[in-house]
């Protein structure tokens, strides 16, 4: 189970650097439409919530993480690929081993870090009501 630990590291780290970019762009980006326009990021989300859209988002991104997670599960398992590697953007990889391994560990740490980043995001915009930049 190890290795499937660490792919869910890995892959909750890539998830969470997206949604640490994706909380900070919302807050100068809106979706079109007068239903959104001056809210706060977290009061988008609780309108989205209750008029139905994010429950799409939730099945299809559901959908989606099952038809690849099973898959997944069982190659890493079985040993027939590495925690997180999808053979996505190889192109940018570093070509030396001991490169490609600092690579990895960075990724690593970025996501832990994106994780307990957006977590401290989301809780200084709840209890403050302000957006980004946190300052106050």
């Given at each position: 189970?190890?290795?499937?630990?660490?792919?869910?590291?890995?892959?909750?780290?890539?998830?969470?650097?997206?949604?640490?970019?994706?909380?900070?762009?919302?807050?100068?980006?809106?979706?079109?439409?007068?239903?959104?326009?001056g809210m706060s990021v977290v009061e988008a989300h609780n309108a989205?919530?209750?008029?139905?859209?994010m429950y799409q988002l939730l099945f299809w991104i559901g959908m989606?993480?099952?038809?690849?997670?099973?898959?997944?599960?069982?190659?890493?398992?079985?040993?027939?690929?590495?925690?997180?590697?999808?053979?996505?953007?190889?192109?940018?990889?570093?070509?030396?081993?001991?490169?490609?391994?600092?690579?990895?560990?960075?990724?690593?740490?970025?996501?832990?870090?994106?994780?307990?980043?957006?977590?401290?995001?989301?809780?200084?915009?709840?209890?403050?009501?302000?957006?980004?930049?946190?300052?106050?």
């Amino acid at each position: 189970m190890v290795p499937w630990y660490r792919e869910c590291e890995i892959k909750h780290g890539r998830i969470a650097m997206l949604a640490v970019v994706g909380f900070i762009t919302a807050e100068y980006v809106r979706i079109p439409g007068d239903m959104y326009q001056g809210m706060s990021v977290v009061e988008a989300h609780n309108a989205l919530l209750k008029n139905g859209p994010m429950y799409q988002l939730l099945f299809w991104i559901g959908m989606f993480e099952l038809i690849v997670t099973i898959p997944a599960f069982v190659a890493t398992q079985n040993g027939e690929r590495a925690p997180g590697d999808f053979n996505f953007g190889m192109g940018f990889a570093p070509k030396d081993p001991e490169k490609f391994k600092l690579k990895q560990i960075a990724e690593l740490k970025n996501g832990r870090l994106a994780m307990l980043g957006f977590s401290g995001m989301v809780t200084q915009s709840v209890l403050s009501g302000h957006g980004f930049p946190y300052v106050y």
